[in-house]
């Protein structure tokens, strides 16, 4: 009888500890995955601020390459992008959460008090003239790419504005893959009282 409630208790003092290696092990796996998740999510935040850093450095350098005759439509338009940056990818998209290529377009314009027709990349082409060769790569052109299937907005000469497929709107660097596929550019026609002195 001694015998038998000395195993019994060993049999449950087993299981105790089977259980509490369980949930022992169950609780570091846990912790384990929320860590992970955990620095995803910082990294996924350092990209992003990594992401508005750069916008607003090129929107900032062009602000102060120009200030004292900059015009209040370039404020407009750099605060317009501001307000975009972020949002999401939708083919079709107009705003105000999110946007495609042609659609972030037309809206940030729009909000500088610029409108025109809504229309896709190529047929944006198509309806405004092109850029001198000075104002290539001046705030506000119309860069346009891949066979005229993609558009955005220039920031200066190191990068443009644009609705991405992968990561929304964004901030990109004029970098090989970029410049290799450019098409041309365009430049919105501007309202002429618009300049600051």
Same mark, same amino acid.
């Given at each position: 009888?001694?015998?038998?409630?000395?195993l019994?208790? $060993?049999?449950?003092?087993?299981?105790?500890? %089977?259980v509490s290696a369980?949930s022992?092990?169950?609780t570091v796996?846990?912790?384990?995955r /929320?860590?992970?998740?955990?620095?995803? &999510?910082?990294r996924m935040?350092?990209?992003?601020l990594l +992401? /508005?850093s750069? =916008?607003t450095?090129? @929107?900032?350098g062009v602000?102060?390459?120009?200030?004292? %005759?900059?015009l /209040?439509?370039?404020?407009m338009i $750099?605060?317009?992008?501001? #307000? /975009?940056?972020?949002?999401?990818?939708?083919?079709?998209?107009t705003?105000?959460?999110?946007f495609?290529?042609? %659609?972030f377009? *037309?809206?940030?314009f729009r909000?500088? %008090?610029?409108?025109? &027709?809504?229309?896709?990349?190529?047929?944006l082409w198509q309806?405004?003239?092109? @850029?001198?060769p000075? &104002?290539e790569?001046k705030?506000?052109?119309l860069? !346009?790419?891949?066979?005229? =299937?993609?558009?955005?907005?220039v $920031?200066? &000469?190191?990068? !443009?504005y644009?609705a991405?497929?992968?990561?929304?709107?964004?901030?990109?660097?004029? +970098?090989d893959? *970029?410049l290799?596929?450019? #098409?041309?550019?365009?430049?919105?026609?501007l309202?002429?009282?618009?300049? =600051?002195?």
């Amino acid at each position: 009888m001694l015998l038998t409630k000395k195993l019994l208790l $060993a049999v449950v003092g087993l299981c105790c500890l %089977g259980v509490s290696a369980q949930s022992s092990a169950q609780t570091v796996f846990d912790s384990a995955r /929320r860590q992970q998740n955990e620095q995803t &999510e910082a990294r996924m935040m350092a990209l992003e601020l990594l +992401n /508005r850093s750069l =916008a607003t450095t090129a @929107a900032v350098g062009v602000r102060n390459r120009t200030a004292p %005759g900059f015009l /209040r439509f370039e404020d407009m338009i $750099a605060a317009a992008i501001d #307000d /975009r940056l972020g949002a999401a990818y939708r083919w079709g998209g107009t705003g105000p959460s999110d946007f495609d290529c042609s %659609g972030f377009v *037309w809206s940030t314009f729009r909000s500088a %008090g610029i409108d025109f &027709e809504r229309l896709s990349a190529r047929s944006l082409w198509q309806r405004f003239m092109p @850029a001198s060769p000075d &104002e290539e790569f001046k705030f506000g052109t119309l860069v !346009f790419f891949s066979r005229l =299937a993609h558009v955005g907005i220039v $920031a200066d &000469e190191q990068g !443009f504005y644009h609705a991405s497929r992968h990561h929304g709107v964004v901030y990109s660097p004029f +970098n090989d893959y *970029w410049l290799s596929r450019i #098409d041309g550019f365009r430049r919105v026609p501007l309202p002429t009282a618009s300049t =600051a002195d």
